[in-house]
């Protein structure tokens, strides 16, 4: 079954860091352009961040220079590294595969149930 | 920076009423999926490529438009097509934007 599965969300202090992952079955990351998408509580969706099939990184201002994103193709996993967090940043965080052609395939076919990362003290 | 509006914020129909839901883009734009969510869950992809529909997707979707007005109907409603739904614009830079959503309830 092609899915994928979010871990590593959680409660942490304003500047604080927490790494998020997800971990794919089913296809291949590297053979797929992966993002993360996020959603406030009672708000709308927000990109974040995208790595493409090919390595490169692109991320949405909100979070330059403060998220990481990166894979592991040897597990088949996906990472979000947040640094310097914001009380602006809580959300539930959803990772997703661009899987359709043709296109940039950066729309999103596969989600997974997404983890809450909440920021307060 | 590119703006998607999306139109109307809350619209109210009743089961068997045909729905139609706008997008807008601030900018031309040549990629645009529209997303079905429902309260808990996760996005689902209902079309990409402003009128492909994903799999598994009923034909009761449709898609259309270009340039910067997009059209996401449906058809005859069926109870459980009651949710959030949310335009995609993708490719370019930033490379993915997304509407604030609108609010499909049943009436």
């Known amino acids: 079954e092609v899915q994928v599965v979010e871990s590593g969300g959680d409660l942490v202090q304003p500047g604080g860091s927490l790494r998020l992952s997800c971990a794919a079955s089913g296809f291949t990351v590297s053979s797929k352009n992966m993002g993360w998408v996020r959603q406030a509580p009672g708000k709308g969706l927000e990109w974040a961040s995208v790595i493409y099939s090919g390595g490169s990184t692109d991320y949405a201002d909100s979070v330059k220079g403060r998220f990481t994103i990166s894979r592991d193709n040897s597990k088949n996993t996906v990472s979000l590294q947040m640094n310097s967090l914001r009380a602006e940043d809580t959300a539930v965080y959803y990772c997703?595969?661009?899987?359709?052609?043709?296109?940039?395939?950066?729309?999103?076919?596969?989600w997974g149930q997404g983890t809450m990362v909440t920021v307060s003290s | 920076e590119i703006v998607l509006t999306q139109s109307p914020g809350t619209l109210s129909l009743s089961p068997g009423e045909r729905a139609t839901l706008s997008c807008r883009a601030s900018?031309?734009?040549?990629?645009l999926a529209w997303y079905q969510q429902k309260p808990g869950q996760a996005p689902r992809l209902l079309i990409y490529?402003?009128?492909s529909r994903a799999t598994g997707i009923p034909d009761r979707f449709s898609g259309s438009g270009s340039g910067t007005d997009f059209t996401l109907t449906i058809s005859r409603l069926e109870p459980e097509d009651f949710a959030v739904y949310y335009c995609q614009r993708y490719g370019g830079s930033p490379p993915i934007t997304f509407g604030q959503g609108t609010r499909l309830e049943n009436k």
């Open positions: 490529g402003a009128s």
């Open positions: 997703a595969r661009g899987g359709v052609v043709p296109g940039p395939n950066l729309a999103f076919d596969i």
């Open positions: 900018q031309s734009s040549s990629y």
